[in-house]
């Protein structure tokens, strides 16, 4: 009988134990999903704030309005200041492609579907990209989420 109840005892202990590590697990994959879901908002908002700060760098970016080549001091400027939001944009989302696998999957499936669309209106982020001098610069699976995910 004591046998018994000292089997019984010990088996109680492991499975406490088994469900305590489990639930442990779940909550801390949970905390790393929320906090990745954090950061990238944050460094999303900086983008943001740079189109706050110039508007007119907005339908660039998700208005497909094309880039023009210039003469003027002032156009080259702009030009430049376009280019280097998309360079940065294309940075973000290439970040946001390496955290997916921190993110529940309908958490990657949203970042997914807001880069696709970004990439689907601006043709100034489509052409920065499509270069083979930087797109070389980038991890395959952004190109791949670009290239095919996107247009489906």
């Known amino acids: 009988m004591v046998k018994m109840m000292l089997y019984s005892t010990v088996i109680t202990t ?5 469900v305590a590590t489990l639930t442990a697990y779940w909550v801390s994959k949970k905390q790393h999903e929320a906090d990745t879901n954090t950061l ?4 999303g908002s900086h983008l943001m704030e740079q189109l706050l700060t110039y508007p007119e760098l ?3 970016i998700y208005d497909n309005k094309e880039l023009s080549e210039s003469e003027d001091a002032e156009s080259e400027n702009m030009r430049q200041r376009v280019l ?6 294309i940075d973000f989302s290439e970040y946001v492609v ?3 696998e921190n993110l529940s999957e309908e958490d990657a499936l949203s970042w997914e579907n807001y880069l696709c669309s970004v990439y689907n209106t601006s ?3 489509q052409k920065y990209i499509g270069d083979p001098k930087i797109s070389r610069w980038y991890k395959k699976d952004l190109l791949i989420l670009w290239t095919k ?3 489906n």
């Not at 492991?14 to 088994?18: C, D, L, N, P, T």
């Not at 280097?84 to 944009?89: H, K, T």
């Open 84 to 89: 280097a939001l998309a360079e940065m944009w």
């Open 40 to 43: 990238l908002s944050d460094k």
């Open 14 to 18: 492991i499975v406490s134990a088994v």
């Open 58 to 60: 907005r339908p660039y």
């Open 98 to 100: 390496l955290m997916k």
């Open 149 to 151: 995910e996107c247009r």
């Open 123 to 125: 043709t100034v982020i």
